[in-house]
């Protein structure tokens, strides 16, 4: 008798620690805080093209007048 519960409970602490999954709700928080932050990046990283020279710069470098992005002052002054 005692043999069969110690087999049970080998098994049922396998089970446990390597086949059960963990909660779904807790790796969703996981995955929207990580799809949070890419998305955060991937919005800084966006690249336009200059008007003037066609160069692609990133939207945060870009200058941004008359509804067309520039790389510098001078693609500005240019156009």
């Known amino acids: 008798m005692i043999k069969w519960l110690v087999v049970i409970g ?3 602490a396998i089970y446990f620690l390597f086949i059960k ?3 779904a709700v807790s790796n ?9 932050k890419e998305e ?3 919005a800084s990283n966006d690249m336009v093209e200059c008007a003037t020279c066609s160069v692609y710069c990133e939207i945060d470098d870009a200058i941004l007048s008359n509804n067309k992005y520039y790389c ?3 693609c500005l002054a240019k156009a």
């Open 10 to 12: 080998v098994v049922g």
């Open 21 to 23: 999954k963990k909660p």
């Open 28 to 36: 969703s928080k996981r995955s929207s805080n990580k799809a949070k």
């Open 40 to 42: 955060d990046e991937s």
């Open 72 to 74: 510098s002052d001078e």
